[in-house]
């Protein structure tokens, strides 16, 4: 009798065992993200508009809670090779689709730009805003929304309405190295296409019917989205006091201008 409720105490045992170190491995790898996915990652910096071979490119195991929807799969490089980036992409970077999707040299249709489950979505901007002249595909820009009840009111607020938004198209170009002095009208220069989701879209559909639409490019590089961006309006860039709280301590830093510009120190 004794041996064997000492057989069943050491069976039960072995069992409370196997499930404590069974759960102890399904929460680390909750805890660090969950399951690895095998991405496709650079190791040899490609430059904009260079085609993408195999030696430039790798794989590395990321949690999948870390695992961004437009990242290429290790099953999918050998869908890319060949193709060109339309932003330079750094060593050690993920590589994305974003990075390939308007790369060709060739103009593309709009629609075969657009990733699935993503929305182009076209949006004109003032037509003072000579800026957008210098935006290309490929670039990153954040979208801001001028809003107000009527044209000259002072009841209006500057409303961050997206962070870093893929460009797909200028004007009717879809490509990065189109040539500027063709198919460009006053018109053409001032309407952009952007990557969005369906909710995207319809944020940028209802702030359009409130007031004008703006953009800012930001480096390719500077993928941080800044939380708890507030609204502004026209008492706070008014009062001296609320106007500092705002802008804080600028960051600066060196200018990379291959000469100065026209009456500048």
């Given at each position: 009798m004794n041996r064997r409720a000492v057989f069943i105490a050491?069976?039960?045992?072995?069992?409370?065992?196997f499930l404590l170190l069974l759960y102890q491995r399904r929460f680390e790898t909750e805890a660090s993200g969950g399951d690895k996915v095998k991405l496709v990652i650079v190791v040899k910096q490609i430059d904009r508009g260079k085609v993408i071979v195999e030696d430039m490119i790798a794989t590395r195991e990321v949690p999948l809670a870390y695992v961004e929807e437009r990242a290429i799969k290790d099953n999918e490089k050998n869908k890319i090779l060949g193709l060109r980036v339309g932003t330079t992409v750094k060593a050690q970077q993920t590589l994305m689709w974003t990075d390939i999707v308007t790369a060709s040299e060739e103009r593309r249709e709009l629609s075969s730009l657009v990733l699935p489950g993503m929305r182009a979505v076209s949006i004109r901007t003032a037509r003072e805003d000579s800026s957008i002249a210098l935006i290309r595909p490929g670039d990153y820009v954040d979208v801001i929304g001028v809003l107000g009840a009527g044209p000259a009111s002072e009841a209006k607020s500057a409303v961050l309405l997206l962070q870093r938004v893929?460009?797909?198209?200028t004007g009717a170009d879809t490509s990065p190295d189109q040539d500027d002095s063709k198919n460009k009208s006053a018109d053409k220069e001032n309407i952009i296409t952007l990557s969005l989701?369906?909710?995207?879209a319809q944020i940028l559909a209802l702030a359009s019917e409130r007031g004008r639409i703006a953009v800012a490019v930001r480096h390719p590089d500077d993928q941080q989205r800044t939380p708890g961006i507030v609204d502004i309006n026209f008492d706070s860039i008014l009062d001296p006091n609320k106007r500092s709280a705002l802008t804080g301590v600028r960051r600066t830093g060196p200018v990379n201008l291959t000469a100065p510009a026209p009456g500048g120190q």
């Open positions: 050491l069976v039960v045992g072995i069992l409370g065992l893929l460009v797909l198209a989701t369906v909710t995207e």
